[in-house]
């Protein structure tokens, strides 16, 4: 039955996720199932439920029944063991406004038992006991699940369970005969069969509404993505309301704020976003509360303090690093320290601002660049700057790691200045002109490169593939589309291809940005 229950676990972790935070007005995430999604889920619950009953531990079942000429006969049916079932026709539903439906209309199965049965009339005493085997068919079941949230948290309830064996069909180890054969056929189709398919549904409800919603309560609170020992960046997924039940579509509504060292920006989702932006199986939403609060997380931690020193780039391009490349943008730089291998620190010296509009993601950043020359103790000049950059995201699958995100930046405008030179005159018009040429030809396709190289892997989940991935961009928030591919043994889907056409459900500030 543990087995079985961290299954659903699974399932329900797909269907509501959880954090601590309390619940908010507007989520920063949302996650969308079109009913394609739900379907394929079937495969995966089918087992799930099948568990569930196949692992009760039915009890014993006894009773007294007086027979016309007969007299009283004691009866009792043990060690009831389910051997096999399997549903064969079932389907998975969304419920309006409250949940899923989980609905069997054909499946078979057995069970096997010991009977036995004791007479006394008189001075007549009689008995007999043995085993049988009880094979069952057209089962049908219907269960409906509801999900909400409590607190951040989700919770799952069997709100309605009906379970019924069909029709029996049974063997046993010794033959019945006369009024044996007719009392044990009507014992087993109408006392056994009911009691045990009433003894299975309070069971599963209970597994669900007690052991199942007691488990998601111990979820973890942060999903990490990153940690120094020190500091750690996590986001915070705690559920902003229940989830939305409409009539072709599940969304579950997340607060999505990146967080340092547990602590959350001190401000909330400000956009509305729509449930869905395509028709495909699934549809992820997020607007700029989830990169602003990265921003913010990300200054705060002093991760966008960066020293690069020429033992970081590969060998073909450390004379970037080298005061002679750098002779004809600042001369006095090349006069006092000819032919030198420097050290750059990037320091960004307030949070960086992000947007999302119709043509990606945009972000602002403030930053001083420092030159320092090694065995010195000041550096030898000091730039400010303050850049425009965009970027897109995109997906990829590798082996390895699965369905890896990447980002693709680009220099759309930047602004230096000198702040303190050691060297003397800059040139600002050329500095300007030379610095954008160097990151747009030479940093910015290496650090593409080395982004398109690793990338961040995504979570996964088990037999869960996503088919052409896609990003939509929109004003104010973003959205990624893909069609999922249940079957693992399936061959990888090729996503080197073009993503599927725009879906007629599209809004009409919709535009599409493909990274090749």
Request: net charge negative; proline share 5%; charged share 15%.
């Amino acid at each position: 039955m543990q087995r079985a229950t961290k299954a659903l676990l699974t399932l329900v972790f797909v269907v509501c996720c959880a954090m601590h935070t309390p619940a908010q007005d507007l989520p920063g995430l949302k996650i969308t199932l079109q009913q394609a999604f739900i379907n394929e889920l079937t495969s995966t619950l089918t087992p799930i439920i099948e568990g569930y009953v196949l692992e009760s531990n039915l009890p014993d079942f006894s009773g007294v029944e007086h027979i016309l000429l007969v007299g009283k006969v004691d009866w009792t049916i043990s060690d009831i063991h389910m051997d096999s079932l399997d549903f064969t026709q079932d389907t998975l539903t969304i419920n309006e406004g409250q949940g899923l439906q989980f609905k069997v209309t054909d499946g078979n199965g057995q069970f096997t038992c010991n009977w036995e049965w004791k007479r006394e009339s008189g001075i007549i005493h009689a008995s007999d006991s043995g085993g049988a085997t009880v094979k069952f068919s057209k089962v049908s079941m219907d269960l409906n699940l509801a999900f909400s949230e409590n607190g951040g948290l989700p919770t799952v309830t069997a709100t309605s369970f009906k379970f019924d064996l069909g029709k029996l069909s049974i063997s046993v180890s010794h033959g019945w005969t006369g009024w044996v054969y007719d009392f044990f056929l009507w014992l087993f189709n109408f006392i056994v069969k009911a009691q045990v398919e009433s003894y299975i549904q309070s069971d599963v409800t209970s597994i669900i509404n007690v052991n199942v919603t007691s488990a998601l309560q111990a979820l973890p609170t942060v999903v990490p993505i990153w940690s120094n020992g020190t500091e750690s960046l996590g986001i915070d997924i705690s559920m902003t309301s229940g989830p939305n039940f409409a009539a072709s579509y599940v969304t579950i509504p997340y607060l999505g704020g990146i967080e340092l060292n547990s602590q959350l920006p001190p401000y909330s989702p400000t956009t509305a976003m729509p449930d869905s932006c395509t028709n495909l199986d699934v549809n992820v939403l997020f607007n700029n509360y989830i990169f602003q609060s990265s921003a913010e997380a990300l200054y705060d931690s002093g991760l966008l303090q960066v020293t690069l020193s020429p033992e970081d780039l590969p060998p073909d391009l450390s004379y970037v690093l080298n005061t002679t490349f750098w002779q004809f943008i600042i001369p006095n730089l090349y006069k006092h320290y000819p032919n030198v291998m420097v050290n750059v620190t990037l320091d960004v010296t307030s949070t960086p601002v992000v947007e999302i509009s119709t043509d990606g993601f945009f972000g602002n950043a403030t930053y001083n660049l420092d030159i320092f020359v090694p065995g010195t103790n000041e550096s030898a000049l000091t730039i400010g700057g303050v850049s425009d950059i965009q970027f897109l995201l995109y997906l990829t699958e590798k082996p390895a790691e699965g369905n890896v995100l990447h980002v693709n930046v680009s220099l759309l405008d930047t602004n230096l200045k000198v702040v303190n030179s050691n060297v003397g005159y800059v040139n600002l018009l050329l500095l300007n002109e030379g610095i954008a040429i160097i990151l747009n030809t030479i940093i910015l396709p290496l650090l593409n490169r080395s982004l398109g190289t690793y990338g961040i892997p995504l979570p996964s989940i088990e037999k869960v593939k996503l088919v052409d991935p896609n990003f939509f961009y929109f004003a104010d928030y973003a959205c990624m589309e893909s069609n999922v591919l249940f079957n693992s043994s399936s061959p990888a889907p090729n996503l080197s291809k073009a993503a599927s056409f725009i879906r007629d459900t599209l809004p009409s500030d919709a535009s599409r940005v493909r990274i090749n």
